[in-house]
């Protein structure tokens, strides 16, 4: 759209003044974030109803992503950078004397999700819309978001995230679209006249689903997308008998995330919200396309679902169900129609976070459901076991050992079953669904994970995007494969200064934040060395801190380095106790490290509390080393890894997920790997001939390092200290931190020297930042529409081209 400054200055005062009635100067920060946004909104209403019409007019394929979560961060800024106003707002502002970036910080980020998996959902329904794809995301719409991390003497609390306090500018509340999702009670099934079944309910618990739509707006296009996510709420005639109990009894079903990532959690609450927003997705899906077609036959060929790991697996006994009972199609066709629409996703390779009910738990909360899922599992193996045999037909059959098992669901219930980098994917096939893929080989393939640049470098890194707009022009805003260009400046050395300068900007203004939030005053020429993404044992923050104890070892005894900072954030799940562990520690060498000044000339450590989308867009900028050290064969895929790389900063990585894949993209020299691969330690494993003591025994700088966690070196983690400890050499490491120490060290030896000079290393981050633009989630998507939803990308500027 276009919008002069002047226009919107006139514009913003006037709705400043309806709503508060109260001119810009009266108006508190809070006030003026509410009514840029308002103001933005009512911008976006119209090209989000004209996208409707066309989809349905055009009767364009839709695809619907479901997914438990969606962090889509902050929405003002990136909804003026898509609509194509954000330097005239700005200037705008500027005008008026307020200050842009102080509006924006007012906005609360939604953070209706743990980590990569729902960072993923949201940066593909921005891409989806960027793309001019129809493509809808389904959720909840939880009250409260993940728990607020803060630090008390070191360890990790969690407060309520309240997100929703002063409102969801955003949302439009759709009472009219409301469904009704039906738990427990028991089902009678009934032959009626036509010959079909009536299926019946008795007894259920009804609860009223109501969707809150939000705007998904594209890049300069015109298109706007819808995200829905769910609310719910007691029935509307729910009688008198109702009690208040029932009432907080289903107002509980979206109130809180789970706070878990790549962790299974066997909570009933959690089946309860997977069934809750499956079931009402489904609905609404079916009721849309039943206004306009007057049988199921082609549903089909207008709508892909797909799920996002296996928390809406119910989706697909759920559209039988529809299909069957309320659509009266017969249960070879609704397979047919079932099959070709859904298509998962799998996220990890952990076998703890392979999804799993018990089966009496599960009967009870949805027993129609579990029925379906009977019947499937019946026909499976009438059919399988045959060509297959009883036992491994009894290993992924979706019932067995009392449990429903989403995983093995999903798989037989899906047309398509992606990992989300080439290694997982493969590993898919070899490992975890083994047999499956024995079964049904086609459904296989891969999908790497992409970011959005949008976010990462246009709207977190302005002097790197303004250098770029300086050095190849603006193309690489819109495709970001442009900035392949790069590579013609990589020996331009006043260019290579520049990158260095807009690199040491970012550095200061992080080094600024830093004082603010946690009053540490670090040094803006170190090294920024980051790891950002949850805590978990096979992330392997440990192995950076057992890095910073030979450091502080080594400083101690008189070692001259390069000075690093290394940046931390991370949630732990407040029931995992070891990463918990690991916090408290992380905290303690911290101060440690930069309460002793012999050291802090060198060595610095800041753990940033409350890490979430809107701090990553801070951190991420200023970052030199990109921090990727997963054991080989656990991280998928890992998304942190390229949105640091399109930073330009190093990355320092295993041989795992994503990171496999920025190495070749790169180049050996641009990239610095180390540690085990996964056939190493694949080979341990058969073998099992892994003693993590013999490395203790044999390194003595890795004896040093870990006798600090044990020796009082470290004030104040007694327990912490012996339980890793003890995780290590009692429990014998199940994550190779002690194998891999010393190739870790000896890569961060290479990265030290190579800092020494500054124009190698500007050009090495040239490097990373030329080729980032192909994990731009842009072309996942696209790869996704092509390959797997079968469904056109279309603008309505290729309407005016055509
Ligand atoms: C994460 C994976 O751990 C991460 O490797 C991946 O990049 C991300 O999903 C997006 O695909 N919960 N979170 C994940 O997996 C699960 C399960």
Known sequence: MSLTKEQFITEFKDIALKLYAAPLDDLSTQQLYQALALLTRSYIGQPWAETKKRYD???????????????PGRLLQSNLLNLGILSEVEAGLNELGLRPQKIFDAEADPG????????????????????????????????????????VNGYQVELPDDWM???FAWETRKENRAVTVKFGGWVELRPSRSGNLRVIYHNTDDVLAVPYDVAMVGYHNQVVNNLRLWSAEAPINAGTDFTLEQKERINQITQILYPDDSDASGKQLRLRQEYFFTSAGIQSIVRHYRRTHNSMAGFADRVAIHINDTHPAMAIPELMRVLMDDEHVSWDEAWRITLKVMSYTNHTLLSEALEVWPIDMFSGMVPRIYQIIQEIDRRFRLVFVPQFGQAMIDRIAPLGNGQVRMAYLASIGSHAINGVAPI???????????????????RFNNKTNGITPRRWIQIGDRPLSHLLDKKIGTTWRKNPLALRQLHDFADDTRFLDDLNAAKAENKRALAKYIDQVVHVKVDPDAIFDVQIKRLHAYKRQLLHVLGILDAYLAIKRGEKRPKRLHIFGAKAAPSYVYAKEIIKVMNAVADLVNGDPDVSKYLQVVFLPNYGVTMAEKIIPAADISEQISTAGKEASGTSNMKLMSAGALTLATLDGANIEIKDAVGDDNVEIFGLTEEEIAGYYQRGDYHARDFYDQDPRLHAALDMLVNGQIPGIETEGRDIFNSLLTYNDEYFVLADFESYLAANERLDKLYQQPRIWAKKALANIAESGRFSADFTVQRYGREIWHVVAKTPEDDHEA
């Open 424 to 442: 997982h994917s493969e590993l898919l096939k070899k490992d975890v669904l083994h047999d499956l893929y024995q079964i049904f080989p086609e």
């Open 165 to 167: 306090r002063n409102g």
């Open 112 to 151: 209706l999700g743990n980590g990569g998996l729902g960072r993923l959902a949201s940066a593909f329904m921005d891409a989806m819309a960027s793309v001019g794809m129809a493509g809808n995301g389904n959720g909840i719409r939880y009250q409260y978001g993940l728990f607020k991390q803060a630090f």
């Open 57 to 71: 007019q055009e009767e364009t394929k839709q695809v619907f992503y479901f997914s438990i979560e969606f962090l």
